[in-house]
């Protein structure tokens, strides 16, 4: 009696195990993907921040170089204007920088009393500010650099050092970069020379009156958002590894600057 072939098939444990092979596999390809991604936005992330870091601080280089200053025009640098996370003991602050730059309009008629356009400028920090309720209110622990600028048509007489923010406040300010961890300045009034960390040229110091330094270096340092958030409630509870933390979570960008016009620009000139 012949008997009829079987039918070649899988069994049930069979299947189940092939399943959960392939579930496996695609677990596998799902987290390989989700950490590319998390790794490409990461990336993303950074190079966004380093390219508006390195933006701010090319935009202040440009303006900054241009300072003038003399019997007239003051340069002042305030490394006591903000402390950040409200501990004077810890490394990283916001300075506050004044100076005068001139515009390429020069005169043209010699005998009129317009010698040249200038505009008075102040980089500062201060606390950011939440509208999302209709009432802007200073977010604590959160900080931003800010410029504020006014300008003068006729005479440029009128700019002494701070004289005008300290007796009208920094009004009409702009945003320059947000989630700031530190803004710092050192002036260098000679090669081989320590760092000063304020500065005036209106002051009494022989090295400093009537002239800008020689260089300044600037420290800007600056949080993504996560970490912003992060360092903020740090911060409300008075944490005391907040140094640490601000320096391994924050990005810094340093900038040299040297000034052409340090011999000053006098004003009948």
Not at 78 to 86: F, G, V
Request: hydrophobic content about 40%.
């Amino acid at each position: 009696m012949r008997r009829r072939p079987h039918n070649a098939a899988f069994t049930l444990v069979e299947l189940l195990v092939a399943m959960a092979v392939l579930a496996v596999i695609i677990m596998m390809m799902a987290r390989i993907f989700s950490e590319s991604t998390r790794a490409f936005d990461l990336g993303s992330k950074i190079a966004d921040q380093n390219l508006k870091g390195r933006m701010v601080l090319d935009f202040m280089a440009r303006e900054i170089s241009q300072a003038v200053a003399d019997e007239v025009m003051g340069f002042r640098l305030d490394s006591k204007d903000i402390e950040l996370y409200a501990d004077s003991a810890r490394p990283e602050d916001g300075d506050a920088l004044y100076f005068v730059t001139l515009s390429e309009n020069a005169l043209i008629d010699e005998d009129s009393d317009v010698h040249r356009n200038a505009r008075e400028v102040v980089y500062y920090v201060t606390n950011m500010v939440d509208s999302s309720s209709g009432i802007s209110k200073p977010l604590e622990g959160r900080y931003r650099l800010m410029r504020a600028m006014r300008g003068k048509q006729d005479s440029i007489a009128c700019y002494q050092t701070n004289a005008w923010w300290i007796a009208n406040g920094k009004s009409g300010a702009s945003v320059l970069a947000e989630n700031v961890a530190g803004f710092q300045v050192w002036c260098y009034t000679e090669p081989g020379a320590p760092a000063i960390s304020d500065y005036d040229s209106t002051g009494s110091k022989p090295e400093q009156i009537n002239q800008l330094p020689m260089w300044i270096e600037i420290s800007l340092m600056i949080f993504d958002e996560k970490d912003a958030e992060h360092m903020a409630n740090l911060d409300a509870f008075n944490a005391p590894d907040i140094p640490e933390e601000a320096i391994k979570r924050a990005r810094r960008y340093v900038t040299r600057i040297n000034f052409v016009n340090r011999n000053g620009y006098a004003s009948d000139k």
